[in-house]
DNA sequence: CCCTGATTCGC
DNA sequence: GCGAATCAGG
């Protein structure tokens, strides 16, 4: 991926408003890591990192002399683009799914902390919000397709535990090896 | 363990 | 210039 002038100026601007490197990199999208946006960061000769509340904080000094072994490199990035639009849907299934938001906020929010997959809200095309994960699930071919739905956003288009299978895979690499250990 | 930003250095 | 590997810290 390239540093064009849109996406530098989208990283400056989301850094400058305090997200997160990670987060940042999840809104790039393109397969961008949060080393490499903290890389580029540095290069951009950016502010260090500026919180919400105004204080600068999490001071962190390294003094580090590390090898660098050689990078296996791992990309692998979905950049789903769902375009099959579902049926139905009307204001009064739309209105029954808003109303069970809430109750299924701490069940999906469980479901990331153990690692296991989110409540599937099954919404189609037309339920999703800006509020709602649109990762898809199934065959697209099929009318059995949906979005996770689920409400557990992370400042991306998926919920948390989606946006990390969507653009972590270094975040995957990592914990499939602390398990298998 | 998860996460964060910082740094180094091979490419 | 880029970013993976690695660090130190929360």
Redesign the pocket.
Known sequence: ???TDERVEKLTKLWAEG?????IATQLGGG?????V??????LCLP??VKAGGATS?P??????????????APNYPARTITRTAPRADDTVALKQEMDIQPLEDKVELAVVSGTLPTSRRLTLTDLTERTCKWPVGDPMTDDFHFCGCDSMDSSPYCKYHA?LAYQP??ER??AA?TA?
């Open positions: 991926m390239n540093w997200l997160s490197a990670s987060q961008v890591s949060r080393n490499a903290i890389g580029k960061v540095h290069r260090g990192r999490t962190t000094r390294t003094a580090p002399k590390r090898p660098a072994a050689p990078a296996p490199r990390k270094v975040n990592r914990r602390a250990r």
